[in-house]
């Protein structure tokens, strides 16, 4: 069985290799081969940085351990405690290093398409979605990442049939990854005269953002159609045929866009939509996962398949995935999803860890 050490020596080997070619000078007429090279760069490096910390840390361990048998007194007592100090800190570079020589997800580091709709529930269902769609807004905001609207649908009672946000930030895609899947809400619905519970739903679904070199698409295999936007009601938002449907007809994958009012902005979002289908399609394949991500990561939509319960009558809201509960639904619905993402993270982590110690 190959060794920790040696696993480490080969990683440093190959983080020579990377850099060498990158510095080649041919490197930047191949964008793919750049990109895939820097990203590589980075995780290797952290991975470096990790191990000769831990490294260091273990010389200073036994330094320090030395210097308490050779010394007395005063000085004796400083050893001891710099020994326990370093000892201390041990685990936790320990666990970091496994963490990183996990493997890691294609994804990583791409921006994210976060598509968000009403589900089960008529009219309340839409109006939840609105309420996800501000609080992953207000989330964004948070962590600092920029946030664009690619699309949206709005109903007559202010609720959203469909909105598909483009969130780019460097950490956008692993830490919401996991907020695909059906969300639950059970409150009293506007439209309720007897003050009766009502539970509906919304589905969240997270693609990752194709970038130009990840999709060679033909443009012999689109079929575009334009026609008049509408609005809410069947109402025309635009006396122009700008609203755009492009049919990718090896897959069958259909983008609409009617968001703007010009046609080439809504072309251009369509295609960023459909690069992103495209590519988690080739990836899913590649995989040999069953079925689209889409599908995967929501089944039917249906209430039973939740991943997430918001109970506005407690104040309560709960992850069934890892048994979380909290009663902060008002600050979560204001952005504040961070416990939550974090605790996903870290269970899944554990979950990695152990079936790596159990290989």
Do not use: C
Request: aromatic share 4%; charged share 35%.
């Amino acid at each position: 069985m190959r060794s920790l050490d040696d696993t480490l020596s080969s990683l440093e080997e190959e983080l020579r290799d990377v850099e060498a070619a990158l510095a080649a000078p041919d490197i930047a007429h191949d964008l793919v081969r750049l990109r895939d090279l820097s990203r590589r760069h980075k995780q290797l490096s952290e991975i470096t940085g990790a191990w000769n910390e831990l490294k260091t840390a273990r010389r200073d361990a036994d330094t320090a351990k030395e210097m308490l048998t050779e010394s007395s007194g005063e000085e004796r007592e400083m050893w001891r405690e710099e020994a326990n100090a370093i000892e201390a800190r041990l685990p936790e570079l320990e666990e970091r290093l496994e963490t990183l020589l996990l493997p890691r997800d294609p994804n990583e580091g791409r921006n994210v398409l976060l598509e968000i709709r009403g589900a089960e529930g008529g009219e309340e269902a839409n109006l939840f979605a609105a309420d996800l769609a501000e609080m992953y807004r207000r989330y964004s905001q948070l962590r600092g990442w920029k946030l664009e609207v690619v699309e949206q649908r709005e109903t007559e009672q202010g609720g959203i049939d469909e909105v598909t946000f483009l969130v780019k930030g460097e950490d956008a895609w692993s830490r919401l990854a996991l907020e695909a899947g059906v969300h639950r809400v059970q409150r009293v619905p506007v439209t309720e005269a007897k003050g009766r519970v009502h539970t509906s739903s919304a589905t969240v679904s997270v693609l990752p953002e194709a970038e130009d070199v990840d999709v060679d698409i033909d443009p012999g295999d689109l079929k575009i159609d334009v026609y008049r936007s509408s609005g809410a009601g069947g109402q025309h938002v635009n006396t122009t045929d700008s609203a755009v449907r492009i049919t990718h007809l090896p897959t069958g994958i259909v983008v609409s866009m009617q968001d703007d009012r010009s046609q080439i902005q809504n072309r251009a979002k369509a295609m960023v939509v459909l690069r992103s289908r495209l590519l988690q399609a080739a990836q899913d394949a590649q995989n040999a996962e069953i079925g689209d991500l889409k599908r995967s990561q929501l089944g039917s939509g249906g209430r039973s398949e939740k991943i997430r319960t918001y109970n506005f009558k407690e104040n309560r809201v709960t992850d069934h995935r890892i048994n979380l509960t909290t009663y902060t639904l008002d600050q979560v619905l204001a952005g504040d999803l961070d416990p939550f993402v974090d605790a996903l993270l870290a269970e899944r982590r554990a979950r990695q860890l152990a079936e790596s110690d159990g290989r």
